[in-house]
């Protein structure tokens, strides 16, 4: 149990996480609610306005966001120009329940941490409305689709604002609505309603763990606000805090796609590609993150709690990493690297001080390079007729260019070239990785090599190689309300880094999660972020060798026969046959995850299904029609609720 | 020996007790009514008659709530008894009244519903008529229509009155009677599917007997082990007994049966489903709502005053039982094809939701008063109370030749059909299942912390673990109506009259506002304190 | 006189009542059982009235009478219509209602 003991050493130093302390609103901030409002308007207007909003409907929905973005970032400059202790900030709007000795107020909280969040939402978010405002011009439910979004926009920042953990679940569940919503827009795809209904039902699951932890907040503490469950950590038992970290780990696996709830990512990518950008990228996954490093309060008394966030994000990394390589669906590679981005995040964040910042900051990269990934996937399969197989793709550089260029940014910021956003982010992970313990160390610097060799394959067989385009397909570039915000997402997913200059984030982010505590490593630093760069450069090579411009024949030969399955097939059957050449043990470890997740995880939720499902039936069965039948289950419940009593008196 | 020159005659409080008075007023009424106004005139007069009694009794019922004595400041407990210590007029008494009475004036409303129906009521224009007949279509070419409807409700709503207020095991089994024999005839007077409503009637009839047999044998246990059919009797008597008491625990356990069969706990729901189906869908309105409310209010009183001593004999049955009612209730629903049959499972499981309150058994802690098991139990029961009738009033309204089409695979796609409609009755399964912003939230919440404060935690996290299976059924109800292609023949959605839509208005607005403000609700819950003793 | 012979005979009373509307399948019939069941409850009520040496009890009996009396109308009307539709009276036949 070394992991045990050494994520347990803050404690025994005496120290407790940090305390909410926050001051009342003034000035600018007290127009913090309208940051909420204006896209809780748009959807308002959007949704019950009907069609008569048609034709302006995409514009206020842009609008709002990017209103609500201006306003946050006034606010976070004023943040800025304000000393640390004063950084916390709170505005109170109602009173939601009061009930004698416990009360919610629906409050906002800005602070550090929120308010990078608010920019992250508002300010990708915004663009991404922009991007919807092209991608989904053919579409005759366009309006719709911008009510949907601008409502997800609201409850996400309901999520990051709240300054209570039931209004924190208010968000959740919010998201959680919005995104099912989304994933089932189009419908009339039988997948896609079903996804949506895995979606849902296994964020219910997550829930649970959230509405259990806010019960025994109320039951330990009487009340739920960060503030008092804050005051109040240090006073209780570790077993206490242990039970309330698993429980909130679970709410964060179920919201943030991670092992062992992590099944619905992948089919969420049935929704439209402007929402798996924002919501299953950007944003809303990213949620189990925040409340990780939102309640460090409580995981800084509960070094069990801590480790299994770490584990948990250890294995999804490498799970996720695993997944991404095996996918064709260009979609679903990058949700399987988002699974694995936000498992580093999660590692981090399970490290405790050590690693909250770097979490934090590689949350924020990620959520500029993902989206700029995922909506240049969008923009490829705009070019293609909304084909999403990576197969019939290839050489698309030169068809369109501008999609190209902003995917790469987003590629090499993903592998951690150096220089880019995502370098520094995910060095800092590994580093802090190897200083808590070796093993997290080389799990994580696994899988940035993991990374490099899918995303490298990503990259190759879209926009290199031969041509394997189907007949009717006439690739082009999309218009310019989608390739500008392309643009701005690749600035930033190469200047993210910048965040990171002369440690601002982490002094940032002091008056929430404490000062960093830095471990020394083994090795200078400067040779582990050579090893991470060398390790990156394996991957890639790796990659190039297998689906490089020289492996294109074995891969277009059997798809330009015909569009038909048999040949598809017969594609993988050669690819099979390359990747047992080429790297058999690795093919087999794939193999293998692959199976445990299909199988062993998914399966389990499945058979839990079936299992519920098929009492269901055979229960049903008992209520046969005749009242006769019915009289004797209640003589024998009588007969029981007797015994039951004498039997507890007597016993 | 007793003369007559030592006779005093009871004394009744009428002031305290005239909602109760005027319901079985305007009951009385609405049967000479049937007697002496002519035909074309009974439907206008009777919903009248109806609707204007609950009205006056409601807003009587606040003054009574206003002019409440403060007996114990401490346990907010206010009130007194009255008519010769028989009933008692506290705080969940009132609270009580006041639901019963807008939920069962919001069934009226259904219940007098007539466009649906080419300008006749849902119920049989003859109940003597056999279906199929000449004879029943010459009544209803003749427009001839059961306007005893509305009697029979109000005798009901009187019986649902007295139920919670007694403080007299006779006189609550005399309620128990009054509100479930009207119920028994209501649910076989459906003017469509006459045989399914008269199975429903004859089940429900013979189950209901056969229950309230057992509710009377405990009644009997209890007389012999305390000397009295008081409240207060009893409680002392308890208080004073040691050891174990074969008539006092076979009389929990007996009256217990009668209770919960009444709320529809498992494993004495076997009746729910069928009756519910079966009823008309107004008359499944009300009962979903009403009888709940009532059963709920008198289990409390019996188990928390009479038997408050004894608690730690019946909890563990009450825990189990719960479990039972959760799991049957979730369970089941998940495989049901029947939207109506669905609910009615979905009711299952609700009772279920509010026994975990009901059993957490917590009455706050000394001096501040937090979220007890009363207020939990009551603020549940009027949320739930809004959304289930919202939810069958818009049943009503899908249908094709054959009258309300509840087969879910007819509602596939009628998110397309009728969007608003299909969307209202979206948010009352959300609300069901608890989706924050919705009044189930508010309710679910505020029942499993009493349960938890009371240290009933394990039983908390069966339900919330029961509430996310419960959520599979709900959002498959969602998935079928907008993420589906309809079958051949489509459902028409009927355009009812004003009295339906405004039903399904006024409840769908008090399920936001119970999710968004809970607040006054939550607080008058809170003002409703203990029970008085 | 001892209570409690009264009492045990109130019993078998009672379960003879419940085993009725168990076994029997004619509808009239298994009200009839409902009935006896609620006539042991009126044996009990008026045996322990006379133990505790109060009139309570008795006074009780009276009130189940008339309510039993009441259930018999309802019950009556139901069971009759129910089998001018169906041509019967068995409680078994009418099962369409279920699952």
């Given at each position: 149990m070394s992991p045990l003991a050494l994520s347990g050493t803050p404690l025994a130093s005496g120290e407790a996480g940090v305390p909410v302390v926050p001051t009342a609103v003034d000035g600018?901030?007290?127009?913090?609610w309208l940051v909420v409002a204006l896209p809780a308007l748009g959807a308002l207007v959007l949704l019950v306005g009907?069609?008569?909003?048609?034709?302006?409907g995409h514009l206020l929905g842009c609008a709002m966001p990017i209103g609500s973005f201006l306003l946050a970032l006034v606010m976070f400059v004023q943040l800025l120009g304000r000393d640390h202790e004063d950084r916390q900030v709170a505005q109170t709007l109602w009173t939601w329940l009061d009930v004698g000795d416990y009360t919610v107020q629906m409050g906002l909280l800005f602070d550090p941490l929120s308010a990078l969040f608010v920019l992250l939402i508002t300010g990708v978010g915004s663009l991404i409305h922009i991007y919807s405002v092209g991608y989904m011009a053919?579409?005759?439910r366009r309006r719709r689709f911008f009510g949907y979004l601008n409502l997800f926009v609201t409850a996400m920042l309901v999520l990051v604002l709240a300054d209570d953990y039931l209004a924190v679940f208010l968000g959740w569940e919010g998201v959680g609505l919005a995104s099912y919503l989304l994933i089932g827009?189009?419908?009339?795809?039988d997948s896609a309603a079903t996804a949506a209904n895995k979606a849902f039902v296994v964020n219910r699951v997550g829930d649970l763990g959230m509405s259990l932890a806010v019960m025994l907040m109320v039951a330990t503490f009487g009340t739920s606000s960060f503030v008092g469950v804050s005051a109040g950590m240090p006073e209780t038992s570790e077993a206490v805090a242990t039970v309330l970290g698993l429980l909130l780990l679970l709410a964060a696996c179920g919201k943030s796609a991670?092992?062992?709830?992590?099944?619905?990512l992948l089919d969420a990518m049935e929704g439209p590609t402007p929402v798996s950008a924002l919501i299953?990228?950007?944003t809303m996954v990213t949620a189990g993150v925040y409340l990780v490093v939102r309640s460090n309060f409580v995981y800084e008394l509960a070094p069990v709690a801590q480790t299994a966030v770490v584990i948990v994000g250890l294995v999804t990394l490498l799970v996720g990493a695993v997944i991404g390589c095996a996918k064709d669906d260009i979609k679903k590679a990058l949700a399987g690297s988002t699974m694995s981005q936000i498992g580093y995040m999660m590692l981090a964040a399970g490290i405790g001080p050590a690693g909250y910042a770097f979490a934090i900051f590689h949350l924020l990269t990620h959520g500029f390079f993902k989206a700029n990934m995922f909506l240049g996937a969008g923009s490829v399969m705009h070019a293609t007729n909304d084909?999403?197989?990576?197969?019939?793709?290839?050489?698309l550089r030169k068809a369109a260019p501008i999609t190209f260029a902003t995917f790469a940014f987003g590629y090499l910021a993903i592998i951690g070239?150096?220089?880019?956003s995502g370098f520094f982010s995910k060095d800092h992970i590994i580093e802090a990785a190897f200083g808590e313990n070796w093993v997290y160390g080389v799990g994580a610097l696994l899988g940035a090599g993991i990374t490099a060799f899918y995303m490298t394959r990503v990259m190759l067989m879209t926009f290199f190689g031969e041509r394997r385009w189907r007949p009717d397909v006439h690739p082009h570039e999309s218009p310019a309300v989608m390739t500008t915000p392309l643009v701005v997402l690749a600035a930033g997913s190469l200047?993210?880094?910048?965040?990171?200059?002369?440690?601002w984030i982490v002094e940032w982010l002091e008056p929430v999660v404490g000062p960093e505590e830095h471990h020394e490593l083994f090795v200078p630093a400067i040779v582990l972020t050579g090893l991470i760069v060398l390790t990156v450069l394996a991957g890639v090579a790796v990659a190039w060798s297998r689906y490089g411009p020289s492996q294109t024949i074995a891969d277009t030969a059997p798809t330009?026969?015909?569009?038909a399955t048999r040949a598809a097939r017969a594609d993988l059957y050669g690819d099979a046959l390359n990747e047992a050449v080429f790297m058999r043990p690795g093919q087999k470890l794939t193999a293998a995850l692959v199976y445990v997740d299909d199988v062993l995880i998914d399966g389990t939720v499945n058979a839990l299904a079936a299992l519920v499902g098929g009492t269901s039936g055979t229960a049903r069965r008992?209520?046969?029609?005749?009242v006769r039948s019915y009289a004797l289950t209640m003589l024998g419940g009588a007969l029981l609720a007797i015994a039951a009593t004498l039997a507890v008196t007597l016993s | 020996m007793i003369l007559l020159a030592e006779f005093e005659s009871p004394k009744v409080e009428y002031a305290t007790i005239s909602p109760l008075l005027i319901v079985v007023g305007a009951a009385i009424l609405g049967v000479l009514v049937e007697a002496f106004v002519p035909r074309a005139w009974r439907y206008p007069v009777q919903v009248g008659v109806a609707a204007l009694g609950l009205l006056i009794a409601l807003a009587d019922t606040v003054r009574v709530g206003l002019a409440l004595d403060t007996l114990d400041a401490g346990l907010l407990a206010r009130g007194s008894l009255a008519v010769e210590n028989s009933m008692v007029v506290d705080g969940p008494t009132v609270f009580l009244w006041g639901t019963l009475l807008v939920m069962s004036l919001i069934s009226v409303l259904l219940f007098a519903?007539?466009?649906?129906?080419g300008g006749l009521t849902?119920?049989?224009?003859?109940?003597a008529a056999l279906p199929g007949t000449d004879a029943e279509r010459e009544a209803s070419t003749r427009g001839i229509?059961?306007?005893?409807v509305f009697p029979l409700l109000l005798f009901a709503v009187t019986g649902m009155l007295l139920f919670p207020a007694s403080n007299d095991l006779l006189l609550m089994f005399v309620a128990l009677e009054v509100l479930s024999l009207p119920l028994y005839l209501l649910c076989g007077?459906?003017?469509?599917r006459r045989l399914l409503s008269q199975e429903a009637a004859m089940k429900y009839f013979l189950l209901g007997a056969f229950s309230s047999a057992f509710f009377l044998y405990g009644v009997a246990l209890i007389y012999g082990f305390a000397?009295?059919?008081e409240l207060a009797d009893i409680d002392a008597a308890v208080s004073a007994s040691s050891g174990a008491n074969a008539y006092l625990l076979g009389g929990i356990g007996l009256m217990a049966v009668g209770l919960l069969f009444k709320v529809g706990?498992?494993?004495?729901?076997?009746?729910t489903p069928d009756v519910y189906q079966g009823a008309p869908t107004a008359v499944t309105a009300f009962m979903a709502a009403c009888t709940k409310i009532a059963a709920f209010g008198a289990l409390m009183r019996v188990f928390y005053v009479a038997f408050g001593g004894a608690s730690w004999d019946w909890r563990p049955l009450m825990w189990v039982v719960a479990i039972l009612t959760m799991v049957v209730g979730s369970v089941i629903a998940i495989?049901?094809?029947?939207v109506k049959r669905m609910l009615a499972y979905s009711s299952i499981a609700h009772a279920g939701f509010v026994l975990v309150g009901f059993a957490g058994v917590y009455a706050g802690t000394g001096d501040v008063v937090g979220v007890t098991s009363v207020s939990s139990v009551l603020f549940y029961l009027a949320a739930y109370g809004f959304s289930t009738i919202g939810a069958f009033a818009i049943i009503t309204?899908?249908?094709d030749a054959g009258g309300e089409t509840t087969a879910l695979s007819r509602w596939a796609g009628l998110g397309r059909e009728a969007p608003v409609l299909a969307g209202t009755f979206a948010f009352f399964l959300l609300a069901f299942a608890g989706i924050?912003?919705?009044?189930g939230f508010i309710g679910k919440w505020a029942v499993f912390a009493a349960a938890w404060a009371g240290g009933a935690w394990p039983l908390v996290v069966v339900a919330v673990v029961m509430s996310a299976v419960a959520a599979f059924f709900y959002v498959r109800v969602i998935v079928a109506m907008f993420f589906s292609d309809p079958v051949d023949i489509k459902p028409a959605v009927a355009v009812p009259s004003i009295l339906t839509t405004g039903v399904i208005t006024v409840t769908a607005l008090a399920t936001v506002a119970l999710g968004v403000v809970p607040g006054p609700v939550l607080d008058l819950a809170q003002q409703a304190g203990a029970f008085v003793r | 006189m001892n209570t409690e012979h009264y009492l045990t005979l109130s019993a078998l009373l009672f379960t003879i009542g419940a085993t009725g509307v168990l076994v029997r399948r004619n509808a009239i019939v298994v009200f009839m059982s409902v009935e006896l069941m609620l006539n042991a409850t009126n044996l009990a009520f008026v045996s322990f009235s006379r133990a505790h040496g109060q009139l309570d009890g008795q006074v009780a009996a009276f009130f189940v009478m008339v309510v039993a009396a009441a259930e018999v109308v309802v019950g009556l009307a139901i069971i009759v219509a129910i089998f001018r539709s169906r041509r019967s009276a068995s409680v078994d036949d009418a099962s369409l209602l279920k699952y």
């Open positions: 600018v901030f007290s127009l913090l009907g069609r008569r909003t048609d034709r302006w053919h579409d005759d827009f189009w419908a009339h795809k991670q092992v062992p709830l992590q099944s619905w299953h990228a950007a084909d999403v197989d990576m197969r019939h793709y290839g050489a070239f150096p220089g880019f200047v993210g880094g910048v965040l990171i200059l002369g440690d330009r026969v015909s569009a008992l209520q046969t029609g005749f | 519903e007539r466009r649906l129906e849902s119920f049989a224009g003859q109940a229509e059961h306007t005893e007077l459906a003017r469509r000397g009295s059919f706990a498992a494993p004495f729901h076997a009746w495989t049901q094809t029947d309204l899908v249908r924050p912003l919705t009044s | -």
